[in-house]
């Protein structure tokens, strides 16, 4: 099992950046892929971005792609997520989630273990 513990969320304006972290434990991180998924107040989670297990692959929404930037520390056990360009629909409650292979997937049920998610809000 894996254990995620995310940070960075807060509140910015729109128009600025903000850089998401989530320390895994358990697992041998370079195990496995990484993903950030998000919940916006009264809307199903969704796919943000994901990561393979090497970093060398990343997907995107298209609704962040050219803002928002995945990637990994292996030797610190820790997924980023960097935020730049703010809209007001990005505020959400961002989780990240471990991956049950070493690619990266959009699909939720390719996830298997959870954080408890970081609030962030943009205002406009």
């Known amino acids: 099992q894996v254990q995620l513990v995310e940070s960075g969320g807060g509140l910015v304006q729109a128009g600025g950046s903000l850089r998401l972290s989530c320390a895994a434990s358990?697992?041998?991180?370079?195990?496995?892929?990484m993903g950030w998924f998000r919940q916006a107040p009264g809307k199903e989670r969704e796919f943000v971005a994901s990561?393979?297990?090497?970093?060398?692959?990343?997907y995107y929404a298209d609704s962040v792609k050219g803002r928002f930037t995945i990637s990994r520390d292996n030797a610190k056990n820790t997924v980023f997520l960097q935020m730049n360009r703010l809209k007001p629909e990005d505020t959400a409650v961002y989780y990240c989630?471990?991956?049950?292979?070493?690619?990266?997937?959009?699909?939720?049920?390719?996830?298997?273990?959870w954080g408890q998610g970081t609030q962030f809000t943009v205002s406009s």
């Open positions: 989630a471990a991956g049950r292979n070493k690619f990266g997937s959009s699909r939720q049920r390719d996830f298997h273990s």
């Open positions: 358990g697992r041998t991180f370079s195990s496995y892929a």
């Open positions: 990561i393979s297990w090497s970093g060398g692959s990343t």
